[in-house]
C-alpha cells in the first residue's frame, strides 16, 4: 500500500511539472517574444511577500510585480474590496457618467495631495498617464518641447518610448520618435565623470555639473520659450534606482519657475510608499505641477492618475481627455481599499524599520570586496545595489541564480545593478530570508 501511495505522490509530482513546461511552452509559443521575462515559472498564487508556481515551490518575491504589490499579493482588503465591487458595477465609463468607486477614490486621494494640485485625469497604466500629462503641459502652454532626463523610463508607446533613455533595447528598430524631446544628465554621482577623476565630490558633495548642462540646453537646444515641461523620475527607476544629491529637485523647482516651465515628477514606480513617503518627492521638500502616479496605486488593478491644478486643465475641450476603460470602477475601489491599508501607522513604519533591516545587511555584505557591490543605495524600500561594472552580466547572473535559490529579483540600469522592491508588508523574518539568499547567491554567481 505505501509502494502504491509513493506512486501515486509521484505520478502527481510528474503530472504538475508537465503542466508547467506544457505552459511555458503555450506562452513561448503565443505571446509575443518583444516581452522580455525573468523566467518561465507559470504562477498559480500569491499571498504576502510570495507566489507559487504550479509546482506548489514557493518564491519570495522582491519584485513585486515591478513595485505594484505594495500591500503584498492579494491584501484580504483588497480582495473583499474588488468582490464587493464587481458585484454592484464592474464598467462606468467615464464619458457617459459619473460612478461612485471613482469619486470615492478621488475624495480619498484629495487631502493626500500638494495644496492645490486638486484635479484629477484616471488611466490604466504609467505609461498612457505620462502621455496625458504631457498633453495637459503642451495644452496648457502652447510650447511644444519637453526635457527628460538620461536613464529615465516613463512607458514603451510611441511617445513615452521618444522620452525614455534608459536602455536603447526599448527603442531600438521603433524609430521614428516623438519629436521636440531633449535629454539631459541626471545626478548620478556615482557613475559622474567628475566624482569618478575625483572622490571628494559625491553624492553629499555634488559638483553640480547636471545643473550647468541643464542650463547650457535653454541656450543651446530648447528655448524657455518653446520648452512645456521637464518631466523626471525622482528617483531613477529602470536607470538604476539612484537617489539624486540633496539639493537637486530644488535647484529643479527654481528652475522650471525662473524659467516658466511646468514640472512633471513620475512617481509611477518611486509612488504610494516605496521610499517611505506617500511621494517621493516629499524627501526633498518641493511641490510639482503635475503628479503622475501608477503601479503601487491599484495593487496590481490597472489604474494610473495624474494629479494637476484645476487652473491647467481648465481650457481644455471636452472630449480631449478619457479612455474606454479610464477609471474602472473595480480598479478604483482596489485602489481607494489600498489607500486605506497604507493609511494604517504601522505601514508606514514598517517601511522604515524594514529598509534598515536590508540596507544594514547590504552595507555588510559591501565591505566583502569579494561580492563584487560597489554602492548600496535608495530610499524606504526602493533599493539599488549596484555590482562592480567590469564584470559584465553579473545583476543578471545574481538574478538568476537567486531565482534558482528561491527568491525573485531583478536587474536594472546600464550598470550592473540589482534592486530590492519587496512588498511594503515584508516583515523582520522575510527581510532576513532575502539577505540570506541575495548572500549566498552573489557568492555561488562571483565564483561561476
Not at 509521484?10 to 511555458?24: A, D, E, N, P, V
Not at 540600469?413 to 539568499?437: C, H, Q, W
Request: with cysteine.
Amino acid at each position: 500500500m505505501m509502494f502504491i501511495a509513493r506512486r501515486k505522490n509521484l505520478f502527481k509530482t510528474f503530472k504538475r511539472m508537465y503542466t508547467t513546461l506544457q505552459g511555458s511552452e503555450f506562452g513561448r509559443k503565443h505571446l509575443t517574444p518583444g516581452i522580455g521575462r525573468l523566467s518561465n515559472l507559470v504562477i498559480e498564487k500569491g499571498e504576502g511577500c510570495y507566489v507559487w508556481d504550479t509546482n506548489g515551490k514557493k518564491y519570495l518575491d522582491f519584485t513585486a510585480g515591478i513595485a505594484v504589490t505594495n500591500t503584498g499579493h492579494c491584501h484580504p482588503k483588497v480582495v473583499k474590496a474588488v468582490q464587493e465591487q464587481v458585484s454592484k458595477l464592474i464598467h462606468g465609463q467615464v464619458n457617459i457618467f459619473y460612478h461612485k468607486a471613482m469619486l470615492g477614490l478621488i475624495d480619498k486621494l484629495l487631502p493626500k495631495m500638494p495644496h492645490g494640485l486638486d484635479t484629477f485625469s484616471f488611466h490604466n497604466s504609467g505609461a498612457e498617464a505620462i502621455e496625458n500629462a504631457i498633453k495637459v503641459a503642451r495644452h496648457y502652454t502652447g510650447k511644444p518641447n519637453v526635457i527628460v532626463f538620461q536613464g529615465g523610463f516613463h512607458g514603451r508607446t510611441i511617445g513615452t518610448l521618444s522620452l525614455t533613455t534608459s536602455k536603447t533595447v526599448y527603442r531600438a528598430g521603433y524609430g521614428p520618435l516623438m519629436s521636440g524631446v531633449f535629454v539631459t544628465p541626471f545626478p548620478y554621482c556615482f557613475q559622474c565623470p567628475v566624482s569618478r577623476a575625483n572622490r571628494n565630490f559625491n553624492q553629499d558633495n555634488c559638483c553640480n555639473k547636471h545643473e550647468m548642462e541643464l542650463e547650457l540646453m535653454l541656450k543651446q537646444q530648447t528655448a524657455s520659450s518653446e520648452t512645456a515641461a521637464i518631466l523626471i523620475e525622482p528617483i531613477l527607476g529602470e536607470g538604476g534606482y539612484v537617489v539624486p544629491p540633496p539639493g537637486f529637485l530644488k535647484y529643479l523647482r527654481k528652475f522650471c519657475t525662473e524659467n516658466n516651465i511646468l514640472l512633471i515628477l513620475d512617481e509611477v514606480q518611486s509612488g504610494f510608499y516605496r521610499t517611505g513617503k506617500l511621494f517621493a518627492f516629499e524627501h526633498f521638500g518641493i511641490t510639482p505641477d503635475i503628479i503622475v502616479m501608477a503601479k503601487g496605486l491599484g495593487s496590481g488593478f490597472p489604474i494610473s492618475a495624474i494629479a494637476v491644478p484645476n487652473s491647467l486643465t481648465k481650457s481644455q475641450i471636452p472630449g480631449s481627455m478619457g479612455g474606454t476603460y479610464s477609471g474602472n470602477a473595480v480598479a478604483c475601489a482596489a485602489a481607494t481599499a489600498t489607500l486605506e491599508v497604507m493609511e494604517d501607522p504601522s505601514f508606514v513604519k514598517n517601511i522604515a524599520t524594514q529598509s534598515a533591516t536590508l540596507m544594514n545587511g547590504l552595507q555588510e555584505m559591501k565591505e566583502d570586496s569579494s561580492n563584487q557591490i560597489v554602492d548600496v543605495r535608495g530610499l524606504g524600500l526602493m533599493i539599488g545595489i549596484e555590482l562592480k561594472s567590469s564584470n559584465v552580466g553579473l545583476a543578471t547572473k545574481v538574478a538568476k541564480t537567486c531565482l534558482n535559490n528561491g527568491m525573485l529579483v531583478l536587474s536594472t540600469g546600464s550598470y550592473e545593478t540589482i534592486r530590492f522592491m519587496p512588498p511594503l508588508v515584508v516583515n523582520d523574518k522575510e527581510a532576513k530570508e532575502a539577505l540570506s539568499i541575495f548572500k549566498s547567491s552573489l557568492k555561488e554567481a562571483n565564483r561561476s
